[in-house]
T-cell receptor, first 111, second 114 residues
């Protein structure tokens, strides 16, 4: 099956700084690359996604970049705030739209 | 519009017991999925369905069974529960409209096997 590697597993940044999380994958057939934020005890929440025909997408302080040739995609959060603290998961889709998730990054924004 | 509804929210099982986790969606989505999430880990796919009457194994199907008799319901059955099945279980559904589709997760079922 598909394999997704996510790095780093933990990330601490000062409030106002930027955070970058990267995922690499092996299956070139994937076309959809979402990022989820999960707070403790809650369900995953979609924060941004990108499709294979787009190289970059931005939504306010959050951006995602995709390099299909190199098979990696990254989440960029600028001007981080304490409420950005959570676990972030990358994912990609399979032929039945099933998602394969990365192992997660615990982001801590220090005030 | 309730989205994806999972019941129960919490459950404690003894080793060897069986139970069914219920999942219902009211969005007329064709695709439905069951994931499990162990502490500190990402979600892993157990089973999925692309429509009523069709189910397929995901990455970690052992110890589980599913059925999809209607578009709305996708129950997950645990037979002979084991401590390794202690996890949080998420049901999800998605629609497909051309190149666009959206994923909706249920709120999860926290299962402990003792």
């Amino acid at each position: 099956g598909e394999n997704v590697e996510q790095h780093p597993s933990t990330l601490s940044v000062q409030e106002g700084d930027s955070a970058v999380i990267k995922c690499t994958y092996s299956d070139s057939a994937s076309n959809y690359f979402p990022w989820y934020k999960q707070e403790l005890g809650k369900r995953p929440q979609l924060i941004i996604d990108i499709r294979s025909n787009v190289g970059e997408k931005k939504d306010q302080r959050i951006a995602v970049t995709l390099n299909k040739t190199a098979k990696h995609f990254s989440l960029h959060i600028t001007e981080t705030q304490p409420e950005d603290s959570a676990v972030y998961f990358c994912a990609l889709d399979g032929p039945a739209r099933q998602l394969t998730f990365g192992s997660g990054t615990q982001l801590t924004v220090l005030p | 519009n309730a989205g994806v509804t999972q019941t129960p929210k919490f459950r404690i099982l003894k080793i060897g017991q069986s139970m069914t986790l219920q999942c219902t969606q009211d969005m007329n989505h064709n695709y439905m999925y069951w994931y499990r999430q162990d502490p500190g880990m990402g979600l892993k796919l157990i089973y999925y369905s692309v429509g009523a009457g069709i189910t397929d194994k995901g990455e970690v199907p052992n110890g589980y069974n599913v059925s999809r008799s209607t578009t709305e319901d996708f129950p997950l059955r645990l037979e002979l529960a084991a401590p390794s099945q202690t996890s949080v279980y998420f049901c999800a559904s998605s629609y497909v409209a051309g190149l666009n589709y959206g994923y909706t997760f249920g709120s999860g079922t926290r299962l402990t096997v003792v």
